[in-house]
Structures are given as structure tokens and as C-alpha cells.
């Protein structure tokens, strides 16, 4: 599957993923990208997913995670 995407002014939606570490380290790393806060749901409660988590709080941005719930 090939998907183009294009620039936009605001983005704001819901995406569902299946948990793991992986894809837990890439939604911080957005939310910290991000304008505003973000809800990361399914996050994975390992030990270099908080590691990771704390490097991200350190640095000065725009964006923050305000809550994260465990993988079900």
C-alpha cells in the first residue's frame, strides 16, 4: 500500500495500534513533536520505554504526554 501525504495546517484525530515496545518509543517521540498534549493508550511499561519517556520530559518542546494507560 502507498500513501502520500501532504502538509497541513492542524492534524488532530485517534490512532489505534497494537501495542509494543516499538511502536510505545515512536508514540512518545511524536507526542513530544506535538503542539499541545497527548493520550497514549496500549503503552508498553518497560523499562527503556520510561527511559526514553524521561529523556523526552528533559528537552525543551512544545508537545507532552498527560497520560498512558498499559497494553491490555
Same mark, same amino acid.
Given at each position: 500500500m502507498e500513501v502520500t501525504l501532504t502538509s *497541513?495546517?492542524?492534524l488532530?484525530?485517534?490512532i489505534t495500534v497494537p501495542g509494543d515496545k516499538s511502536i510505545s518509543? &515512536?508514540?512518545?517521540i511524536l507526542a513530544s513533536l506535538a503542539h499541545g498534549r497527548s493520550?497514549? *493508550?496500549?503503552?508498553s511499561f518497560s523499562k527503556d520505554?520510561?527511559?526514553?519517556?524521561?529523556?523526552?520530559?528533559? &528537552?525543551e518542546g512544545n508537545g507532552s504526554v498527560t497520560?498512558?494507560?498499559p497494553i491490555a
Open positions: *497541513a495546517k492542524n488532530r484525530g485517534v518509543h &515512536r508514540s512518545l493520550r497514549i *493508550a496500549n503503552f520505554c520510561f527511559s526514553t519517556m524521561n529523556s523526552l520530559r528533559s &528537552r497520560d498512558v494507560s
